[in-house]
């Protein structure tokens, strides 16, 4: 067959034009990972799967597609995909789930799709396009950054008495936790330092938290004299405010600054002629702090946290008039626990 100069010329400018026009489209369009976990559990999952990938397809996104292993929560999974480089949101379609699950998230937002029982059977074609429009829509949502207005239902026959599980759309709360932590902290103020128990709970948000932490019950500090011995014992409570910043899913760097009180216990014990006795003193304690929190699993969580703290007043320790120590005033107190987040 031979090719006249038409001819050759219209099939260079189609193979020129097609990429050409194939990467205008894609260089506009939003790049979407599409996180699939597990896998379809019947027909009804297969359509569906085949479904939402037609939807976007069609609403002209580039799909980038990512298979993962089931380890991380649904939500954690796909806030994480999402904040890759190149990536301007992910869909997640979670089957390894109690109930299937789709979610989707950029930077700021994350909303939910929860098949309450089980996905539309095979060859209810209405319920599966409807499931699968409800996702991209939102999808678009999402990338919008406002909240998702409810779509009208397409028009469907009457339901059969054996009807599917409805589908429900609800936005997920921005990230929360509320960690519990028993540890160990040393603490020095003055001249008194002692190591004891604490216990500590934390409320923190998207930014910004508020902790409360109890210690005492510990060790003393041990002053002898002539006259006799002295065991000097700290117990604190704290109330702090908390600045956050989530470096990692699982890892989160606080700045704190609180205040609350401080129990100065003195034991005394008189030599032989001496007289001891046992007082409680009470001082206000001001703390400035930071720490790290990292969370491995869902349920366990470790601390670790530095506070540069003072206690006023102030108080000195005497044994036979003579003084032998004081106790309040500058310190530093380091702290170390592992707990569980609720």
């Known amino acids: 067959m031979r090719f006249g100069p038409t001819w050759v010329a219209a099939l260079i400018g189609l193979s020129i034009g097609l990429p050409m026009s194939g990467a205008a489209r894609a260089e506009g369009a939003p790049r979407v990972a599409f996180v699939l976990r597990g896998t379809a ?8 799967l085949a479904r ?25 999974t796909v806030e ?17 789930e109690p109930e299937i699950e789709i979610w989707v998230a950029n930077t700021r937002s994350t909303r939910a799709i929860i098949a309450a029982a089980a996905p539309p059977a095979a060859g209810t074609d209405s319920e599966t396009r409807a499931m699968a429009a409800k996702a991209v829509d939102l999808l678009k949502a999402v990338l919008a950054d406002v909240p998702q207005a409810e779509p009208a ?17 609800a936005e997920a709360s921005p990230p929360r936790d509320r960690i519990l932590v028993a540890g160990v902290g040393w ?7 002692t190591v004891a128990p604490l216990l500590g709970l934390s409320w923190i948000g998207r930014r910004l938290g508020i902790r409360a932490t109890i210690s005492g019950l510990g060790s003393s500090t041990e002053l002898t004299a002539p006259a006799g011995t002295a065991s000097i014992g700290q117990q604190v409570g704290l109330v702090e405010l908390l600045g956050c910043l989530r470096l990692r899913a699982r890892l989160l760097a606080c700045g704190s600054a609180g205040g609350g009180v401080e129990r100065l216990t003195v ?52 044994i036979d008039a003579a003084t032998v120590a004081r106790g309040g005033g500058p310190g530093v107190w380091v702290t170390a626990g592992v707990g569980a987040r609720l």
């Open 153 to 169: 239902p397409p028009p469907t026959p009457p339901a059969p008495a054996a009807a599917p599980a409805v589908v429900q759309a």
């Open 187 to 193: 603490l020095r103020a003055g001249d008194a330092q």
């Open 267 to 318: 034991r005394g014990a008189g030599s032989t002629g001496f007289a001891g006795s046992d007082h409680a003193l009470w001082s206000a304690v001001g703390a400035l702090g930071a720490g790290v929190s990292w969370t491995p699993t869902a349920w366990i969580a470790f601390e670790l946290e530095a506070r540069a703290l003072g206690a006023w007043p102030s108080t000195d320790i005497r």
């Open 41 to 48: 559990r019947d027909e009804g999952s297969t359509e569906l």
């Open 80 to 96: 994480r995909e999402a904040r890759q480089p190149g990536v301007t949101a992910a869909m997640g379609i979670f089957l390894d």
């Open 52 to 76: 939402v990938r037609g939807e976007l397809r069609a609403a002209r996104f580039e799909v980038h597609e990512v298979v993962l292993p089931g380890e991380a929560p649904p939500r954690e």
